[in-house]
Structure formats: C-alpha cells, structure tokens
C-alpha cells in the first residue's frame, strides 16, 4: 500500500494533467465509435453490427453501475435486470402513449380495458419521462436499499434479497396484462417519436449517437464519484465495513447513495437498450439477465470502470455471435466463462493486464522483473515457499 | 367454514414442506461454509431426473415392482444428486472459500451447464465426455510425476486442453456417423417428461368432504423422515459433531484436530443429496423439465434468510410460515374476513394469484427483516461479522 498524499492547492495543477490525457482519449475514442465505425461498417455491408454495437454500448452503462457497487463497493447485486427494465419500461409507456389524443394502446382492447391507467397518465408528458428513467430505478433502489443497509445485511444475503426483488417484480409484470401488457411486453420500434418512427435508421442512428455520449458521460460520472473521498469511502466499506463503522462513519448512507446511482445508471441503461432493440419484456426480469450483467464486469475486471465497459461489449458480441451459430454450446460456454472467471481470471481482463500481463511483456522482451520488496528477499526461497503455500490461507476461517 | 380451515391448514403445510425439503440442504451447507449454492435447484432438478429415470426402469418389471420404485429412486436421487455435489465441492467450491459472493457467481455457471447437460445429454456426448477426461486428466496425472512439473504446468494445459478436446471431439462426431440416431438421440430432450407416480399415491384419503391427496401426504412424511434423520444425524453421529463444531467456529475446530475440508465436503454432499431427494418428491407433483430447479431457487432462499443460519428449527418455521402465507394471500383465505370492508377486500383480491403472492410475501419479509435481520434464530455471539 502506498500513502496518499492529499493534494493540497499547489499540488492541483499536476494532478489534472494526467486527468487531461485521460478525459483526450476518451474523446477520440467516442468520437471515433461515433463517426467513423459506422461509415466503415456500412460499407463493408455489416451494418447490423453497428445495431448490436449500439445495444451493448447501452448495457456498457449498466455494467458501469455494476462494476460502482460491486467492484468499488463491494455489493453483489443480482437484481439490476429490474432497474434496467423500469427504465426500460418508462420511455417504452411513453413511447405507447404517442398516439391520436383520446385513443389508448392497442393492446389495452385486447383486455376489455377502455380507460388508461392512472399511472400511464404521467408518461404522455416528455420531460416526466425522461426524469423518470432514472429517477423510477433510483427511487426504487433507493427505497430497497435503505431498508436492507440500514439492518446491516450484507454479503451473501444482500445478494439473495436483490435476486428476490427481482423475481417480485417479475412476477408483477407478468401477471398484470390489464395494467402493462403482462408477459408481451410493450413494443417500441413501430411508434413514434417526434413525429418520426422509432425503428427507422435516422431516429436510430440518432439514438447510437445519444448512447455514445451518453455512455462517455455515465464514465465521468463514475470515474468522479469514485476518485474522490467518496470512491476511497466505497473501496474502504468494500474492504472492511466494521472498521469504516468503528471509525466513526455510517456507512449506510454512502450504500444507499452508490446503490441509488447504480440503479439510475441501469435504467437509463434500460430505455437506451429498449429503444434499440425494439421491445421490452418482463422477461428482462427473469434471474439470468441480472447475472449476466455481473458476469461481463467479471471478466472485464472489477474495480475497473474501463473493464466493465470492455467486458460488456466483448462477453455481449461472443454472445450474439457464438449464440447465433451454434446455439447448444452457448449455455455451456457461459457456464464455463463464469467458472474460469471467478477461479483463473479473478480480477478480470483488465485487472490480468495490469499486473501479469506487464510482467509478461517485460519477460518477453527480456527486461528485469520490477521488484515490490527488498531484493533479497525476492531470491529467498523459503519466503518463496511460504507465499505458494500459505500465501492465499488468510481468507480460511 | 371448517373445510377451507382444513384446506388452508393442509395446503400451507404442504407447499411449506416441499420448500422445507428443498431448502434444508441449502440451509445446512449455508450454515457451515456461509455458501449459497445457486445449483441447488439444478441438483434436484437432477433428482428429479434420476426419479424418471428409475421410473422407466421398473416399468419394464412391471407389476408390484412398480409400485414400490418411488423409494430406490429416492435412494438413487440422494445417491446422483450427493456424487454431483461432491464433484462441484472438490473441483470448484473448495477454492472459493472465503469468497462467498464468487462462489455465487460459480456456482449460477454450474447451473447453466448442468441445465444444458440434461438437455443435450446423449451416448454421443457421453462417449466424447469420457474420452476427454481420460485424455486429459490422463495425461495431467501422467505429467504431474515429473520432476519439473510447476514449471510446465501452464503450458502443458495449454497444449493439452484443445488437444483433448479436439480429439474426443473427432471421435464422437464420427461414432455418431456410423451409428446414427440411436448414439446421437439426446436421452432427455429440452422437452418435460412426466413421471408417473404409483397407484397408491395417486388417490386421496377423505376426511368427511375433503380429500387429502396422497402424494402430498408422501412429501409431508418425508420431509419429516428427512427432518429426524438429518437432526439424528447432526446430533448423535460422531460425523455431525464435527459438522456443528465447524458451523461454531472453524479455525477452533481445525485446532482441535477436525479435518475442516473433510467435513466441508461430507456437509456438502448430504446438503446436494437432500436436493436430490427434493426433487425426486417434485416429480410426484408435475412434470419435470430442465428448468424444474430455477422455479424454486428463489423461495428455498427466502427460506434461508428468514430462517438465519445455524439451527435446523429456523428452517422448519420459515419454511412452514412462507408456504402458509403463499397460500392465504394466493388464495385469498381470509376474504370472509374482510369481507366487511370493501377496500381491504379490493386489496386482498388485488394479491390472490399465485405470483401475485409472491409480491405481497416478499413486503412481508422484508418487513420481518426490519425487526429480525438475522432471521428468525440468529447464531448467538459476538462476532462482528454475524
């Protein structure tokens, strides 16, 4: 571990430069996804992938707020399909209700319904909407999380609980065909948005265009709220959460708040996807989505903003083309993934590049190994011993 | 008025006891090694499977054989379903230990492969599974002798890995050419199978004009076998002191000379077989199908979370009270008392389905959890991490 020295005023300016160097390659980066990839990609004729792409930039937001509980915070949450569904849910109601005043969806006949909902009313305004994409998730969240923190319930049976909030709310829209749709889910790509259709390229090109930045703003966010005194407070809770306590912190409030963020994060997340992709379903809210998100900030790295982003959209592409092909191997390939990326890999891509893949490439161009303790004790082949075979023992017990 | 007490009584007692049988082994494993294994409801899906499976065997005896398969298929389903769980301990979950939220995540990855496996499950996939455990493990233990073998290690994999795989692959790809359907046909399908059950479990024992069905009465006796023979267990075999003493404190134990690691592993198969016995009693329900288990994951947790960690008689009431509170609220009991005041009554009709009561169960526990965070029967000690 190394002290931090807290910056002080004349310190600021060295600080921000390297800030800088980081906030310039992620403006190339984004603005080489936003003009240049899809020119290329159209012309090669592979058009659909910029679809895909867009969709699992989406969902790259909400492994963001994933990798801000889990790999910051150190809170396993296997309930975020549900607050990517509301947000889902929210621009899909809206979206629904963009039709002849007077008139109600269609699929309101189907169930003898005659009168809108009373909760639908809200959503023919636009701002409401777009407020409630994130507002919804993180109300809920927040609510949710509140109950369980203030309890210190933790670990294991936060988890557990996430998942069950998730399978209620399943259950919920499911069931409800009066008042949602039930298991149809809302249909979005042949509505209208400002006049024009949902599913056509331009209103869709618009919408890649509003993930893209929306995504680069959604990793500000995090790299922000993690970097500061509240990210060393989230690493701190992650890493012993009585001592945070007995130094005189309550940690529940800063739970409450990053589990609240996450969940904003997820449902925008939610209605890019949804808009994307066409429909949303409460299938979205069946146990294994959730799990997924988890599983692409596990193999991208955790505690890694940039391995969340990576995973999401590598795990999501082996996905679509690995399920696409041969469809029976997928189950067991997703199997496997999550074997090997909790016992080989387990801080992910980013987290293996960071430390063992730099020391292979030092190795392989045939450089000396940097040396964290005194050399000597490098060479020593008795504490050599005793790092393979007590080394990893602390967590016994 | 005295029937639908009965009913309401029989019913919740009898969801209550297929959740007790499948929430005792998760119950039990979660009290020694704080592991949630997200494979439980794959396990007794496999149960149930090894339930269909004997089922098919005894109707070709036919006759009184038949009658009586129900109980070497409970049998074989604790057999199948521990041998799995041993396998999943030994090659996965030993080195998650300490990692409770990892082995989550683990152990959801054996779900998906297990729920994959029975339905593509087939001689062909079979023969290729065989022929890559003995090339490779084959060839790692053969290995392992040399003198060198930390230094090769990763390459060995490296090589020996695609070499394995593709080999047993080429093989079963054309075993199955020369064979043709009968080597490739999957033995079970992505399709349900019903399992039949026998005579004497298919009727009902009336009491006045309510029946009592018998298969239910079945699952209500052997969750109570279960329950004695598990409490006996744990209480009177020199085995189940090691398993409590563990659950008390670990590193005390392993002091004391308890082979820690042996008893994480005979915990865990007994908690796996249980599933399987679980899920054999499932089959006697409804039909059985690749996705039996994730149905019942979810509650069998609650169960464990209500319960708390540690005594066996959490389980029971936890188990007892969510299936009892299901089928109140799922089946509206309680509208003729209500029935005075018309928006309790809009209220309650609002929750009475079945996934609707889920929704209202779950208010309920996490109000519960506001007063009992710990569960019902909290591990008394000062632990912080409690």
Redesign the interface.
Known sequence: MSIEIIPDGKGKGKNRKPLLIEAGIVAAIAVIVLFVLPPIFTGLGAGFQIGLLGRFMALAIAALGIDLIWGYTGMLSLGHGLFVALGGYALAMYLQLQIPAGQIPDFFQLYGVSELPTFWQPFYSFPFTIVAIFAIPMLVGGILGYLVFRNRIRGVYFSILTQAALIVFFNFFNGQQKLINGTNGLKTDTTTIFGAQVGSPPVQAVFYGLTVILLVAAYALCRWLTSGRLGRMLVAIRDDEPRVRFSGYNPTGYKVLVFAVSAGLAGIAGALYTVQSGIITPAQMNIAPSIEIVIWVAVGGRASLVGAILGALLVNFAKSTLSAQFPEVWLFFQGALFLAVVTLLPSGIVGWLRTEGIQNLRSLLGLRQPVATYPSLETDPEVKYERQSVGNRESDG | MLSGILDGIFNGISIGSVLLLAALGLAIV?GLM???NMAHGELMMLGAYTTFVVQNGFKQLGGVWFELYIFVALIAAFVVAAAVGLVLERG?IR????????????T??????L??FV??VSWQFVVGLGLFCLLYFGATTLLARRANWQQIRSWAIAILLPISAGIAIAIALVAGQMYKLPFTQPWFGAQNKDVTAPRWLRGGIPIGDYQLPSARLFIIGLTIACLIGIFLFLQKSPWGLRIRSVTQN??MS?CLGIPTKTVDALTFAIGSGLAGVAGSALGLLGSVGPNTG?NY??DT??V??VGGVGKLVGSIVAAMLIGTANYVIGANVLQPLVAGSPALSSFFEFFA?A??A??MV??L??VF??FK?AGLFPQKGRT??A
């Open positions: 979660f704080g592991v949630i996965v080195y998650l230990y300490g990692r409770p939220l990892e082995t989550l995540l683990a959801w990855g054996v779900s998906l492969i729920q994959q339905r593509s670990r590193s392993a994730q994951i979810v947790f609650m464990v979370v389905t996934s609707m889920k929704v779950f208010a526990i996490i959890l506001q965070p912080i991490d």
